[in-house]
């Protein structure tokens, strides 16, 4: 009975040992060099902080300011299932290491709990900031309400953080000026390839989940609206609310059964012209769903310049793609990390957005439209983007 | 070296960690016969022929098997089976989905390029059907057979496997008396074929119409053997073998103090639930006095559980009209809890499947069906809980390290104790016992024959089904037969015998 | 080893789940410098995790019962919005909401109980078909958007006790008081079974091994209640982690002290001996399914409390993780064993497992696959127990 008691104990013991171990290589070690000092300076942070959120940006008066050397900075993502994401993750290790932060980088996997753990463990870590490119931009509250209360800087990455005090700043390109880029685009490609008006159209939105939806296509509809009231462009299904267009979850499986549905009923006998999507993958989805009804292939906006629809844009398959170099968003957050670190606080900006609490700064970037005429340029100093445009 | 001994089994001794449950044991079979094993439950009979089956392995017991004068060392159930020796188990092991067919040959399927030749599987069915005496089709689903059937396609299976040896597990336990008689004649038939079977049994009668031998065991040990000649055999010597000392009566002597009338059943029909316009009880009508102990006797599926599960709170069936009267108040008991509730108590016949939770423990099994009993502030008082389990423990003599063990530890016996403890404890004016001593051994049965005197004693009416006839005429005072589903006769104990209720329990009044 | 069976109990097999998860804290502890063990690390542990161990609770009676419930996070999911909904488009007051959301679970569960109890459809296609059902009101109902909901809420989710009274104790008094409540009601419960003691056997125990029970558990009690209560001011023993507390012990003594907890396992354990115990089987479907509904919608109010919105991906995956809880904590597939406390020990393994890996920086893919492992190496290492047992 002993013996087997303590085989019991043994084996429990060595299963948890075994465990650690087994994960515990990848970064145990650098990790701890720096707990010490880092839950003093986040709980002695917190008065200065507290009234400095806002806009305001903080000045010397600061007490122990952590210079750029030896900051922590936690970068929670959402996944790294696109290519945008995967590419952010790679950057922000190397810039924030190349500044001399230790970066603390983790994805949710798409669940918001697990990010409202993350968040939470890199505040026990002691990140000094707090970079969120959200699951849900309204679903981390209390969290990030915990993190400015540990005198944490929160700043919303790509998206915007909803619903809370606790953000002191949103990088992010551009998104109303991005659904008008995807319009005008779409516009120019119409008159290129498909002579004169009325042209036949249609629309597709994103996940509506996510605020940056919405923008898009209002950014859209100021450019189109105009021209479907007068006549010369035709949405022939008729839907061109946004609840009608959006495609749940960014799923392009939806948005390719949209597009069957539409074609189905409503183009037996005639051509479609053009169709706006809000992003490359949606698009893709649109232009095989054409080919397989045996359209000619519309022309279709595009965003994130993925790999696979800059070959396409090559190719011309699809008319236009926006590219939102996540490397520009990246060294826009760093430069606000490195603002913060010095003591010098938020940087100034001009735009705000109400996110349902407060208004928060925003730093916004413009996105720049690709086409096959202009792809050589933009990418000139993308090797590997430059790589697929081949002859 | 055989010396007209099949099988000889010498000096085996087999330990588990702290118990010895064989020392020294020594078996001889001679070819072409009957043996008979009998014991007390947990005493070792059962680990003996796992031993002899390969269960247990060679090398880890000790002693030598001689099969055929070879020395024999199977290190699993298929080496013995592929020598000869194959055991059919009390519990059937036949996959009730599949057809007869489909059974016989599992894992010894009729490949012909990796693929079933069911012509053949077929064929050969019908022949082992035939040698069996049971007259199917091939394709008959297991579940639509009865147990008495199933046991017979075990057989048959066993034939299909060229068996030499057939060790028989308790093999009348579960049929009736028809098909117990089948079996026997059938063990009777293979006998002359040159098949050697090994029987174990508690059932004293079968042993002496059928073997040629028995072993006693008893503590692990092989303590007596007899040959039987000419059918006949000292019951009371294999008693004393089995026990170790004398039972002198095997019914306890008891004078029923008779009262008034306390359970009154009259124009009780019953339909089967899953056969439309099948009768289970045909207009039913019997009464039970205070102090009584009624007997019902009748053949398996003649209707008599399916009687008292009905009256116990429309438990099985479709209820298609009656009247319940107790102490001459008219009663309808539409679930068990009424029942339970109008101090009607029903212990089924089968323990494990219907009587107890597994993995319940002695103390919460006593109390299960008068939880409120237990109750202080609308809580359940385990202090109440252990003293209910402690008293029942004391006065039925529950054997027991502690009454939070598992009722899966037990032995049969106790187990039945335990359940009739937990009845007990819901103080019930009717007792209906469906089979009640079924698996027990001869020891513990004699304890809870005592305990049902003593309970009519206090002046309960109690109700006992048995498919036993000695059982029924030792300790009831008054039986009644039924026969699909009609009660068909009511007999004073002190006039029936054996013969007479055999006649009404097979023929419509 | 005769000592210690006299203070924790014959059984010492329940406290191996107790040890690793000690072991674990310990270890993260080490491996963390020190981030393991901290106010407000256990703060968020608690917050963090209580809506899970809501649904192990509820899950927990649903596997005794040998069932199982796959629509739980998609009744929380559902729920939670149509609280949210309510709150925010209808302008119900935040308390109005709340009952909604409880009452929604209740008609969810009836629903599900009904499909089981009354029609016998198996548990696993009645919630398969009611998680499906959920998860798609969902989504229809929000129109796939988040919805925030009133401010109130987040009392529930991620609130904290009030600081009141003296400030020498140097902690939040709201939660000493808790842990002075803790023990001694543990202290009067112990000094009572042992006046008692000798009620039915006769003979009445030692009095050490009482007194060490005390001690070890007033101890643990204590250095709790400090960790919790000397966090930050302004935080204290987590309101979430509250309720989890007072539903533990609710569920505690409905498990253990009434009839309809001996019922659930009695229909586990064996139905057919337990209808013939007078226990009303489908009753007992009915009501255990009916309840992990209900639970499910708690689950919901506490993870939107704290999340300040409801999404339309809420609940996703959650019945999962409430049944590795289970399963950790020592429950059977096939139903009528596992306890209240070892499943709240299982989802806690599961949360501190979690806690740590993130807080080494180990990422979401790798940690799935530890806590895959340590499921089936819990089961397993049951099982093995188990057949050493007999």
Partial sequence: MKAKKAVSLLLATVLAATMLTGCGGGRGTEETDQTDETPDDAGEEKPDDADAEGEESEDEETGETPSAEGGIVGVALPWLGTQNWAEAEVMFKEQLEAAGYEAIIQAADQKVPQQQQQIESMIENGAQVIVVGPVDGSQLGSVLEKAKDAGVYVIGYDRLLENTTGV???????????????????????????????????????????????????????????????????????????????????????????????????????????????????????????????????????????????????????????????????????????????????????????????????????????????????????????????? | MSDGYILQMKNITKTFPGVKALSDVTLEVSEASIHAICGENGAGKSTLMKVLSGVYPYGSYDGEIFFQGKKMAFKNIKDSERAGIVIIHQELTMIPELSVTENIFMGNEILEKGLINWEKERKRTRELLKEVGLHIDPNTIIKNLGVGQQQLVEIAKALSKNVKVLILDEPTSSLNESDSENLLKLMLGLKKQGITCIMISHKLNEIAAVSDYVTVIRDGQTVDGYAVEAGKVDENKIIKAMVGREIENRYPEHTPEIGEVILEVSGWNVEDAKVPGKMLCKNSAFYVRSGEIV????????????????????????????????????????????????????????????????????????????????????????????????????????????????????????????????????????????????????????????????????????????????????????????????????????????????????ITA | MKYVKKVLGEDLRQYTMVVALVALIIIFNIISGGKMITSSNFQNLLSGNAYVLVLALGMLMVIVIGQIDLSVGSVAGFTSMVMAIAARQFNLPWYLAILIALAI????????????????????????????????????????????????????????????????????????????????????????????????????????????????????????????????????????????????????????????????????????????????????????????????????????????????????????????????????????????????VGGLVMAVLNNGLMLMGVGADKTQVIKGFVLLAAVAFDVYNKKNKG
């Avoid at chain 1, 992010?172 to 042209?199: D, H, I, M, N």
């Avoid at chain 1, 349902?356 to 933009?378: C, H, R, S």
């Avoid at chain 3, 988040?146 to 609130?159: D, R």
């Avoid at chain 3, 089987?281 to 309840?291: D, E, G, K, Q």
């Fill in chain 1, 168 to 391: 002191d700043g949103i990088v992010q390109f551009g998104s109303v000026k991005t659904g008008e880029l995807q319009a005008e685009a779409l516009l120019q490609g119409l008159k290129e390839q498909k002579g004169e008006a009325p042209y036949n159209i249609e629309l597709f939105g994103g996940g509506p989940a996510d605020p940056n939806a919405p923008n898009f296509f209002t950014g859209a509809m100021s450019v189109l609206q105009p021209l479907i009231d007068d006549g010369t462009l035709v949405v022939v299904s008729g839907q061109t609310d946004f609840t009608q267009c959006a495609t749940a979850d960014w799923d392009n499986s939806k948005a390719q059964s949209r597009m069957d549905a539409i074609l189905a009923g409503n183009y037996s006998d005639i051509e479609i012209d053009g169709v706006l999507s809000p992003n490359d993958g949606i698009a893709r989805a649109i232009i095989t769903s054409c080919e397989n009804a045996g359209q000619p292939i519309p022309v279709v906006s595009g965003l994130d310049a993925e790999n696979e629809s800059v070959e396409w844009v090559w190719s011309g398959r699809q008319y236009s793609t926006v590219a939102k170099p996540t490397n520009a968003l990246v060294e826009e957050t760093v430069s606000i990390i490195n603002s913060l670190l010095s003591g010098s606080g938020m940087p100034e900006t001009d735009v705000t957005a109400n996110n349902g609490m407060i208004d928060v700064p925003v730093y916004e970037l413009p996105p720049v439209v690709v086409t096959k005429d202009n792809a050589k340029e933009v990418f000139a100093d993308d090797p590997d983007r430059l790589a697929l445009l081949k002859d």
């Fill in chain 2, 295 to 506: 007997g019902f006797a009748g053949l398996m599926g003649a209707g008599r559980t399916e009687l008292m599960r009905s009256l116990f709170g429309k438990n099985m069936g479709i209820f298609r009209g009656g009247e319940m009267k107790i102490r001459g108040r008219k009663v309808r008991l539409n679930s068990v809890r009424e029942a339970i509730k109008n101090k009607v108590a029903y212990v089924p016949e089968d323990r494990k499947g219907l009587g107890l939770n597994l993995l319940d423990s002695i103390r919460k099994t006593v109390v299960a069906a008068n939880l409120d009993a237990i109750k202080t502030k609308g809580l359940l008082d385990f202090d109440k809980e252990r003293a209910a389990s402690e008293k029942y423990r004391d006065s039925l003599r529950i054997k027991c390290r502690d009454v939070g063990v598992g009722v899966n530890t037990l032995s049969g016996g106790n187990q039945q104790k335990v359940v009739l403890s937990k009845w007990m404890f819901t103080e019930p004016d009717i007792l209906i016992l469906d089979e009640p001593t079924r698996g027990i051994d001869v020891g513990a049965k004699y304890e809870i024959y005592k305990l049902i005197h003593e309970l009519a004693d206090q002046g309960k009416a109690i109700i006992l089904v048995s498919s036993e006839l000695p059982e029924l005429l030792g300790m009831a005072d008054r039986i009644y037969t039924i026969f699909e589903g009609s009660i068909t006769g009511e007999i004073s104990a002190k006039e029936a015998n054996q013969e007479m209720l055999m006649k009404k329990m097979t």
């Fill in chain 3, 105 to 344: 679970g209740t008609i969810a569960g009836a629903w599900q109980g009904f499909f089981l109890s009354v029609l016998g459809i198996p548990g696993f296609i009645t919630t398969l078909g009611g998680m499906m059902i959920f998860r798609g009101g969902v989504i229809w109902i929000s129109n796939s958007i988040s919805v925030p909901v009133p401010s109130e809420l987040k009392w529930f989710g991620a609130g904290y006790l009030p600081e009141w009274g003296p400030a020498f104790t140097g902690m939040n008094n709201s939660t000493l008081l808790l842990g002075i409540i803790a023990i001694a009601a543990y202290v009067i419960a112990q000094m009572r079974k042992f006046a008692h003691s000798g009620d039915v056997t006769g003979k009445k125990e030692e009095f050490w091994p009482f007194a060490v029970r005390i001690v070890i558990v007033a101890a643990v009690i204590g250095y709790a209640t400090w960790l919790f209560g000397s966090g930050r001011p302004g935080t204290s023993f987590p309101i979430p982690g509250l309720f989890l507390m007072i539903l533990i012990i609710l569920y505690y003594l409905i498990t253990e002290r009434t009839s309809f907890g001996r019922h659930v396992y009695a229909v586990g354990g064996n139905k057919m001996a337990a209808e013939l115990s007078g226990v009303n089987v489908r009753r007992t479907y009915f009501l255990t399914m009916l309840n992990m509904s209900v639970l499910a919608a708690v689950a919901g109010i506490l993870f939107v409390g704290r999340s300040t919105a409801a999404g339309p991906a809420d609940g996703t995956s959650w019945e999962m993780d409430a049944i590795a809880s289970v399963f950790i904590g020592g429950a059977a597939v096939s139903g009528g064993v596992g306890t209240v406390i070892a499943t709240m």
